[in-house]
C-alpha cells in the first residue's frame, strides 16, 4: 500500500469533464488477502463524505478495510481516517463495562445497576421538577435508527424539547442556510456534480483536510482536461486555497461583507439569469438593493483582500456555466454563520445554477451521521423535516408515533445545544445525557463547560465507547458498541444513504445505543396513548421501517429506501420513493422548492436578529415554491482585535485527526502524524515577539491560555490558528489545561443557527521558551 499518510489523497486519475471518475480502490489489511474469512459491506465514519467500504473480518475480529470500487461516493479511495480508522476498536482502553460513580469515583458496576441508577434518577428528576428537567446531548456519529429511537423517546415520550446534537457544533448551519433559502434542509446536489462542473466555488471549505475522497475528486478534474477554475475563500493558505486560481484570503467575521461584493458585482455586471430569478425566486429587490452598497473597494477595506481579487473571482463565478459552490466551517463557526452561508445560495440562485448537472451548491456537514441526527429530529427539529410551527405537521407526527399532540413540545424552538448548557448551568435541567459526544472539550469556554458538566446538581450519563474528558466527569458511563458492531444506516453530505452493517460482536459488555435506548424506554414504561410500548421495535430494521413510512410525502421521502433496497445497492440518494426507487439524484430539477407554507419546514429567521417569522406573516407572503434570496447586511464581530489582544484567534481541523481524537488518537498512523497540538503563525507576527520555528509560546484570551510549539507557516498577518482536536484525557498530567483549543473560545452563537462562534477570538501571543527539539510534523 502507498504512504497514505505522507500522499494523503494518494495516485491522480485524471478525467474530463461530463467524464466519468476512475476507478481506484484502496484497502488497508493487517493480515494477507486470503486469509480474510469474511467481507463486511458498510461505510466510513470519519467525515461527512460516507465513503463506501467493507470491512474485513477473521476470527472474530475486524481486520481491515477496504473501500468499494462500485460505490457511487468514493468509486473505491478511502481518506488515511477511513484506512485507518477501524483500529481505534481494539484499543486497550475500550470502555468494557458500564461504570457508576461510587464515593467520588467512577467504578465497574453491571448493567443492571447502571440502568436501574439512570432510570431511578429520571423518574426523580421528572416527578419533581417536570420534563423541563431532562435532556438529551447526542452526536452526529450515531445510526439514524439510534438519532430516531432518540427523538421518539425525548419528544414523544418523555416531552421535552431540550434534544440536541453535536451537530450544532459543526454544520447546524448548513441545515439553517438550506431552510432558510430552499424550505428544506436537504443539500440539492450530487457529487457527480463535480463531474460536469467548470467553476468550482469553496467558502470557508478546507476539502483537502476536511472531506479528503472530495478532494481527490476535485484534484483529478483539476488535473485532467478541461479543468475547472477554482476559487476558495479562507483567511489561511490551506492545501485547497494553494489549488485556487483565485485565493480570497478573507479577515475572519467578514465573510457577509465579501460574498456581498461578489453579488454586487454579479448584478452590476449582468452576470445573473434573470429570467430565472423573475419566475422561481423571491426578493431580489431587496438583495441588489443591499449589495449595492458593497462594491469591491469596501470589502477590500473591511476584509483585507485585494478589489482586483474580488473582481476577478466575480468575474470567473459570472461567466461559469456549470457553478458548483461548497461551503463549511470557515463559514459556520464564524460571524453571522447563517447570512453568510446564505449569500453563497443567493450566489448560485442569481446565476441560476441549480438542480442540473455541474450546478448546485453544497452546505456541506461535518459528521457521517449529520444528515440523520436532522432528518430523525435528533439534532433541534422534528422528525422528517417536519415544521414545529405548523400545527397540521405536529397532528402528523402525533399519529404516526399514537401520541396526544400535546405531549410533543412545541409551545416554542426545540432547545439548542448551547441553551441546554446554560440550563444546566442555572440549574433548570437535572438530568443530562451525553451519546457520542465530547462536550468537555469540543465546547466553547471550556472551564465554565467543566463547571456545568461537574456540577453536583446535575446527573450526568455518558454512553461512549472510550472514556474521555467527558466520561471523567460522568455519574454514569455507559460502554457502547462501535461501527462495525452494529448495524444501522447513514445518510452522507448529498443524501447518500448506505446501510452499515455488523461485523463483529462489540467487545466486553458494551452495547449498541440503540439497544440501550430500547431498554431505557422500557424500564420508564414510556407508553402510546392507547399503552403501549413507545418503541414498538425489537431490531434497527424495525425504527428504519418507521422512521421512513414518517417521511413519506416529505422533502426527505425515503419511503422506498429499505433495508433490502440498501443491502443491494451501493448507496442510494433520498428521495426514493415508489416513483423513483432507485433514488433521486439531484433535488430542484424542476425549480419548484419546498417553500410553500404548508410544506416548509420552517418559516425562517431575521438574518441579523434570529427573530423568527410567524406562521401568519409567513403566509401573507407565501413564496408557494419559489426559493427565497435573503439579503443581510455586515455586522463587526462582536468581539474585535484590542490593545491587550492583538490578534485573531481561528481553530480548525488537522487532515489526520476527526472531532476531539477520541478514536483518531488511538490509531498508531494516525496519532503519530500528528502527535501533538501546535500554534500556527505568521512569520512577521512571531519575529516581531521574538518567535521561532518550534518555541513554545503561550496563547492567552480573557477565557483561557494554550501552550504549544509554534509553527511559522502562517499566510496572513495578525491571525493565529490552532487545531481544535486536542484534549487531555492521553496526557500524564491532565489536570493542567493548557492544550484545548477551546480554553480560549468564548461563548456566542448564531442568531439564526444556534452555532457556536470559533473564529474570530481576540488573544494575545508571548513566548515561553526556546525550541528544544524540531517543530511539530504538519
Known sequence: MADRIGDVWGKRTPYPAGGSWPLRVDACLAIPHDHVERWVPSVCVLCSNGCGLDIAVSDGRIVGVRGRAQDRVNHGRLGPKGLFGWQAGHSRDRLLHPQMRIDG????????????????????????????????????????EEHYAQ???????IGTPHLDASTRLCTATAQWALIESFGSDGDPGSYTDIDHCDTLFLVGHNVAESQTVLWARMLDRLHGPDR????????????????????????PGTNVALLNALLHELIRNDWIDRAFVDARTTGFAELAATVADYPAERAAEICGVPAHLVRRAARLIGTAHHLVSTVQQGVYQSHQAAAAAV???NINLVRGMIGRPGATVFQMNGQPSAENAREAGADGSLPAFLNWQNDAHVRHLAEHWNVDPLRIPHWSPPTHAMDIFRHCETGSIRFLWITGANPAVSLPDLHRIRAVLGSERLFLVVSDAFPTETTALADVVLPAAMWGEKTGCVTNADRTVHLSHKAVEPPGEARSDFAVLLDYARRMRLTDRDGGPLLRWHQPEDAWHDFIALTRGRPCDQSALTYERLRSSDGVQWPCTESAPDGTERLYTDHVFPTAADRCEDYGHDLATGAQHEPDEYRLHDPAGRAVLKAAHYLPPHELP?????????????????????????????????????????????????????????????????????????????????????????????????????ELTHTAWDPVSRQPVYKTTPVR????????EPGPRR
Open 228 to 251: 475547472p477554475r477554482l476559487i476558495v475563500v479562507d483567511p489561511r493558505l490551506t492545501p485547497t486555497a494553494r489549488a485556487a486560481d483565485v485565493h480570497l484570503p478573507v479577515r
Open 642 to 742: 484590542d490593545e491587550d489582544h492583538p490578534l485573531q484567534l481561528t481553530t480548525g481541523r488537522c487532515v489526520y485527526h476527526w472531532h476531539t481524537r477520541t478514536k483518531t488518537a488511538r490509531v498508531p498512523e494516525l496519532d503519530d502524524a500528528a502527535p501533538e497540538v501546535w500554534v500556527e503563525l505568521h512569520p512577521d507576527d512571531a519575529h516581531g515577539r521574538d518567535i521561532a520555528e518550534g518555541d513554545l509560546v503561550r496563547v492567552s484570551s480573557p477565557q483561557g491560555e494554550v501552550e504549544a510549539p509554534a509553527v511559522l507557516r502562517g499566510s496572513r498577518p495578525g491571525l493565529v490558528f490552532v487545531p481544535f482536536h486536542y484534549g487531555y484525557f492521553d496526557r500524564t498530567d491532565p489536570d493542567r489545561r493548557n492544550r484545548a483549543a477551546n
Open 343 to 345: 449569500q453563497v445560495n
Open 765 to 772: 501571543l508571548t513566548k515561553v521558551a526556546d525550541a528544544t
Open 105 to 144: 469515583a467512577l467504578r465497574q458496576v453491571g448493567w443492571e445497576t447502571a440502568m436501574t441508577a439512570v432510570v431511578e434518577r429520571s423518574q426523580a428528576v421528572l416527578s419533581r421538577h417536570g420534563p423541563l428537567a431532562m435532556a438529551f446531548y447526542t452526536s452526529g456519529q450515531l445510526f439514524a
Open 151 to 157: 427523538a421518539l423517546i425525548a419528544r414523544g415520550g
